[in-house]
């Protein structure tokens, strides 16, 4: 199964479990992730559902391709990684 690991990023707000799914697509991993942790969506996607722009998600090792569809096909061995970016100055 694929898996999703949240980084401690964002563990400084909310438990941040790392969970394994069989969904075909990173939307469908999401839904599954967020569906019993509202506030961790909340963290994650915007009112409108599109990833937020402080937050990053690659699916092995390669950056998501599209911030509002999240349609990123997983495979059964899929590593998911979701992070804040980070910005400097």
């Known amino acids: 199964m694929a898996q999703i690991i949240f980084t401690q990023q964002l563990a400084r707000f909310l438990p941040v479990p790392e969970l394994s799914t069989q969904a075909a697509d990173l939307r469908s991993a999401l839904d599954g992730a967020f569906a019993d942790n509202a506030r961790l969506r909340a963290y994650v996607l915007d009112?409108?559902?599109h990833l937020r722009d402080n937050v990053v998600i690659?699916?092995?090792?390669q950056r998501s391709r599209d911030r509002?569809?999240?349609?990123?096909?997983?495979?059964?061995d899929s590593r998911v990684y979701i992070l804040q970016a980070l910005s400097g100055g």
């Open 68 to 76: 509002v569809l999240l349609d990123d096909p997983l495979r059964p």
């Open 47 to 49: 009112d409108q559902g």
């Open 58 to 61: 690659f699916v092995d090792g």
